[in-house]
């Protein structure tokens, strides 16, 4: 039975884009380690998704036992990938001198993990806290992968902590952090030329 043309035919789709979540700038950071509750949670969630690269799920699932004193293990939710990851000094320092109150490293007031939604959220309402809801949870896994490759990391070295199997989101980090340091270098080189005159000189 022919029902006539389809009145949706013309409608455009409305999520045509994938969504980025961007990269925390350094003054959310820091005010969110100084000022965003509940603490100590808060301020260690920041460091465990800041230092190991991991997804908001993966962090919220960490456990005690996975931590060895030196790195952390971690199985990834997502691609099933195993990984051990060194923890950074500052890390390590905020895991050695947290209370330990259930077998995982970050506890609710129930003394139980975090669901991966709950702990988007805690991350989500603190930064509204401090005035940032636009930053989420995973937009801080892209902190950690620019921040290797600011490093000089090599891309093989940045998928061994973030655990991405493809080169393809490891170069997007790395052509990233690569323009903020060439644009730098291009002004640097322009303050030297420009040194002892009167600044850039207009054209035409």
């Not at 199985?75 to 950074?88: A, D, N, S, V």
Request: net charge positive; proline share 4%.
């Amino acid at each position: 039975m022919r029902l006539g043309p389809n009145p949706t035919t013309d409608i455009r789709k409305l999520h045509r884009c994938q969504f980025e979540h961007e990269p925390w700038p350094d003054r959310v950071i820091e005010k969110f380690e100084a000022e965003a509750t509940p603490k100590p949670n808060a301020r260690l969630a920041l460091s465990l998704l800041l230092y190991t690269g991991q997804r908001a799920g993966d962090v919220a699932a960490m456990k005690w036992d996975q931590y060895d004193g030196k790195g952390i293990a971690v199985r990834q939710q997502k691609t099933g990938e195993l990984l051990w990851i060194p923890c950074h000094s500052k890390l390590r320092n905020a895991l050695d001198s947290n209370e330990r109150r259930s077998p995982f490293i970050l506890t609710t007031e129930a003394k139980s993990g975090y669901t991966s939604g709950s702990f988007r959220n805690m991350i989500s309402d603190t930064a509204k806290q401090i005035g940032a809801g636009e930053f989420t949870a995973h937009g801080l896994r892209a902190n950690a992968a620019m921040a290797l490759a600011e490093a000089g990391c090599t891309p093989h070295q940045i998928m061994a902590i973030t655990g991405h199997r493809t080169f393809k989101m490891v170069l997007h980090y790395t052509r990233r952090a690569a323009q903020k340091r060439l644009a730098q270098e291009a002004i640097d080189r322009l303050e030297l030329a420009n040194s002892g005159t009167s600044g850039v000189r207009k054209s035409g």
